[in-house]
């Protein structure tokens, strides 16, 4: 495999998960940045701040700094600043979605009435209270959907999370309306911040990530070299069969300087 500009690196089933670092990830991420490459990461979990994602890294042994994280927040705030500018917003959504959003500038209400766009997101809160309020603002006052990722598990070493698309299908269910945008991976709007992160062209940049779904699909969108790695969501056996046909297909991250990394038949 050549070498690149850049690497965009998922960060749970790629580069950790939970509290434990994946095999080669401190070495390999290291001798591409001792090369020169440019590294960052690029996550879907929006329950922490890229802040609190780069302190974990360091932590666990890989020295990042916030600027180095792009998570499916900046995807959202790139879209609403594009496609909403100045709505209202009604999120059903953690305390650090929220957090955000206020923190730049969005009006976050209460009232179902008075919301114009209803941001739902990975939601361990959620609830049948939450689920009415984004009922009433979507179907009686018209409010447009946005969702931060269309993950449906988080992986966990206790074997996962249900995610945003959980929370999502069950407003779209009882409101009858889609989605106008499900930001984060696989998004265009996500692949765009990436690149403008890592400041590479595209075909001088490989995506390393454990989903073909949103991690492959979302680098090969944009132009971008789409590594997928067997060590979190993806098993062997569902790459054939997947529409999404990833350039290489890794066992893990300590794979990637390989001389002969596998590719998909």
């Excluded at 941001?119 to 009433?136: N, T």
């Excluded at 929370?167 to 990436?194: H, Q």
């Amino acid at each position: 495999m050549r070498r690149f500009d850049g690497y965009a690196f998922d960060l749970d089933g790629t580069v950790y998960l939970g509290e434990q670092l994946l095999p080669g990830a401190r070495e390999t991420i290291a001798a591409l940045r001792d090369d020169g490459s440019r590294v960052v990461f690029v996550t879907n979990k929006p329950l922490e701040t890229n802040s609190d994602y780069a302190a974990k890294l360091t932590r666990l042994g890989v020295p990042t700094g916030a600027e180095d994280v792009v998570t499916a927040l900046d995807s959202l705030l790139a879209y609403l600043a594009e496609r909403h500018p100045g709505a209202r917003l009604l999120t059903v959504a953690e305390s650090v979605v929220e957090a955000a959003l206020g923190e730049a500038g969005w009006e976050l209400v209460e009232d179902p009435a008075e919301a114009e766009v209803v941001v739902v997101s990975f939601d361990r809160g959620f609830d049948y209270e939450k689920l009415r309020a984004a009922y009433r603002a979507v179907r009686h006052h018209g409010a447009t959907i946005l969702a931060t990722n269309p993950d449906r598990f988080c992986p966990t070493p206790e074997g996962g999370l249900p995610d945003c698309a959980a929370m999502l299908a069950a407003v779209e269910a009882c409101t009858g309306a889609s989605a106008e945008a499900v930001l984060g991976k696989p998004s265009a709007t996500m692949g765009r911040e990436l690149l403008a992160r890592l400041g590479t062209d595209p075909d001088a940049t490989a995506l390393v990530g454990d989903r073909l779904e949103t991690d492959v699909a979302m680098g090969q969108r944009v132009g971008m070299t789409g590594v997928l790695v067997l060590s979190g969501a993806t098993a062997p056996d569902a790459v054939a069969g997947s529409p999404v046909r990833p350039d290489y297909v890794l066992d893990g991250i300590g794979n990637l300087l390989s001389d002969r990394p596998r590719q998909p038949h």
